[in-house]
Nanobody, 126 residues
Framework: EAQLEESGGGLVQAGGSLRLSCKAS????????ILWFRQAPGKEREAVSC????????MFVDSVKGRFTTSRDNAKNMAYLQMNSVRPEDTAVYYC???????????????????WGKGTLVTVSS
């Protein structure tokens, strides 16, 4: 069974930066788009970003555009979410997710998810 494991969460001051990592195992990583979701206390989970399985095309939710970037290293089965200029409203549990796209060069925040990580908590202090 495929596994996704997030790391890198923690406490950061507003305006600071944090990089989350996602390690995938037991799946053909290059066949999957990788998405990052977050769920803040009392709110629904929302898709934050996606990166296509190849070509590295990305999409972001409006609230993080210009502040967050996402990348992947298919040789290492790793994906990353770089969070810059963080705000208190970015506080949430962040989840890595994989959507099978058979090597498509595009992605969408509405992909049907095949595999989820367990999440990592990011807390932004004001």
């Amino acid at each position: 069974e495929a596994q996704l494991e997030e790391s890198g969460g923690g406490l950061v001051q507003a305006g600071g930066s944090l990089r989350l990592s996602c390690k995938a195992s037991e799946l053909t990583f290059g066949d999957y788009a990788i998405l990052w979701f977050r769920q803040a206390p009392g709110k629904e989970r929302e898709a934050v970003s996606c990166i296509s399985s190849v070509a590295g095309n990305t999409m972001f939710v409006d609230s993080v555009k210009g502040r967050f970037t996402t990348s992947r290293d298919n040789a290492k089965n790793m994906a990353y979410l770089q969070m810059n200029s963080v705000r208190p409203e970015d506080t949430a549990v962040y989840y890595c997710a994989a959507a099978w796209t058979l090597g498509a060069g595009w992605c969408t925040l509405r992909h049907e998810i095949d595999w989820w990580g367990k999440g990592t908590l990011v807390t932004v202090s004001s």
